[in-house]
């Protein structure tokens, strides 16, 4: 199964969890991600993710001077984005169950039985 489609649609959601556990810049949620197991996550998607959830309010920024090159900024949760990130929890945990359900359960197919006099 290509992942490419449902990771673009739980990105939002894994960048809020991971920015839940630790505050982090551009690069290191990218890391972070890849090593949680969402090795197939660009780096671009990661960005414009971070900055459309800055945009919503639902990260804060500061920056970090380094030790060996530019300043970092850093992404943080806040209030909003905590709330956010309540609610897609709750969505996904409901999504995922009945998804889950969908694909353990046994396909039953039913057929039309010729005995109610439907000749067609």
């Given at each position: 199964?290509?992942?490419?489609?449902?990771l673009k649609?739980?990105?939002?959601?894994?960048?809020?969890?991971?920015?839940?556990?630790?505050?982090?810049?551009?690069?290191?949620?990218?890391?972070?991600?890849?090593?949680?197991?969402?090795?197939?996550?660009?780096?671009?998607?990661?960005?414009?993710?971070?900055?459309?959830?800055?945009?919503?309010?639902?990260?804060?920024?500061?920056?970090?001077?380094?030790?060996g090159g530019?300043?970092?900024?850093?992404?943080?949760?806040?209030?909003?984005?905590?709330?956010?990130?309540?609610?897609?929890?709750?969505?996904?945990?409901?999504?995922?169950?009945?998804?889950?359900?969908?694909?353990d359960e046994?396909?039953?197919?039913?057929?039309?039985?010729?005995?109610?006099?439907?000749?067609?």
């Amino acid at each position: 199964m290509d992942t490419t489609q449902l990771l673009k649609g739980v990105l939002d959601v894994a960048v809020l969890a991971v920015i839940a556990k630790d505050d982090g810049y551009g690069y290191d949620v990218v890391r972070r991600l890849r090593a949680a197991g969402l090795d197939a996550v660009g780096d671009a998607s990661v960005y414009g993710t971070l900055r459309r959830l800055y945009t919503a309010g639902a990260l804060s920024t500061y920056v970090v001077p380094s030790d060996g090159g530019p300043n970092r900024k850093y992404y943080a949760m806040n209030a909003e984005g905590r709330a956010m990130l309540a609610e897609q929890r709750t969505n996904w945990t409901r999504f995922a169950s009945t998804l889950t359900l969908l694909l353990d359960e046994p396909a039953q197919t039913t057929h039309l039985s010729s005995t109610n006099g439907d000749q067609s």
